[in-house]
T-cell receptor, first 110, second 116 residues
Framework: GENVEQHPSTLSVQEGDSAVIKCTYSDSASNYFPWYKQELGKRPQLIIDIRSNVGEKKDQRIAVTLNKTAKHFSLHITETQPEDSAVYFCAARDNNDMRFGAGTRLTVKP | DAGVIQSPRHEVTEMGQEVTLRCKPISGHNSLFWYRQTMMRGLELLIYFNNNVPIDDSGMPEDRFSAKMPNASFSTLKIQPSEPRDSAVYFC??????????????FGPGTRLTVL
């Protein structure tokens, strides 16, 4: 089955700086890579996703890049704000299996 | 749409008791997922259904866990008998599968289970 590794486990940045979270996956058949944001005590919510037929996707301050050859994908948040503070999860799925990374706790200091 | 609905939101029970968690997916979605979240193990996929049929239950930890989806608008996750190590937040999520493409999963608010 799929195995997803996520780094770093914690990340602290100053407001306005950029944050980058990286994930690797093991199953070359994986074709869908979502990123979720989970605030304390709340449910995970999708913030951006990418499919295997594209290498990059951007939505305002958030972007995701995918390198299928190396089997890794990254989340980039620019101009971070205190409300970006949360736990972020990457995930990878093929047609049958969805696995999440262990999560990254992002803290944006004002 | 009210989104994915889960009940109860909180459950406190004693070891050995049966626990039933309920989920109503978003209307029109044809895939339903049960997850368990703990600090130690993170977010784990327990089981998922496509068109009410269980596809992969390899994440179900033990025979004490069972899940059903009798129709497109309802699913249950049952733990019998419950143990303290089952304490976690259980999330249900649903999505629309189109062909071989899975789309965004929408998570319910979760059920926080505490087994004493």
């Amino acid at each position: 089955g799929e195995n997803v590794e996520q780094h770093p486990s914690t990340l602290s940045v100053q407001e306005g700086d950029s944050a980058v979270i990286k994930c690797t996956y093991s199953d070359s058949a994986s074709n869908y890579f979502p990123w979720y944001k989970q605030e304390l005590g709340k449910r995970p919510q999708l913030i951006i996703d990418i499919r295997s037929n594209v290498g990059e996707k951007k939505d305002q301050r958030i972007a995701v890049t995918l390198n299928k050859t190396a089997k890794h994908f990254s989340l980039h948040i620019t101009e971070t704000q205190p409300e970006d503070s949360a736990v972020y999860f990457c995930a990878a799925r093929d047609n049958n299996d969805m696995r999440f990374g262990a999560g990254t706790r992002l803290t944006v200091k004002p | 749409d009210a989104g994915v609905i889960q009940s109860p939101r909180h459950e406190v029970t004693e070891m050995g008791q049966e626990v039933t968690l309920r989920c109503k997916p978003i209307s029109g979605h044809n895939s339903l997922f049960w997850y368990r979240q703990t600090m130690m193990r993170g977010l784990e996929l327990l089981i998922y259904f496509n068109n009410n049929v269980p596809i992969d239950d390899s994440g179900m930890p033990e025979d004490r866990f069972s899940a059903k989806m009798p129709n497109a608008s309802f699913s249950t996750l049952k733990i019998q008998p419950s143990e303290p190590r089952d304490s976690a937040v259980y999330f249900c999520a649903s999505s629309l599968r189109q062909g071989t493409n899975y789309n965004e999963q929408f998570f319910g608010p979760g059920t926080r289970l505490t087994v004493l």
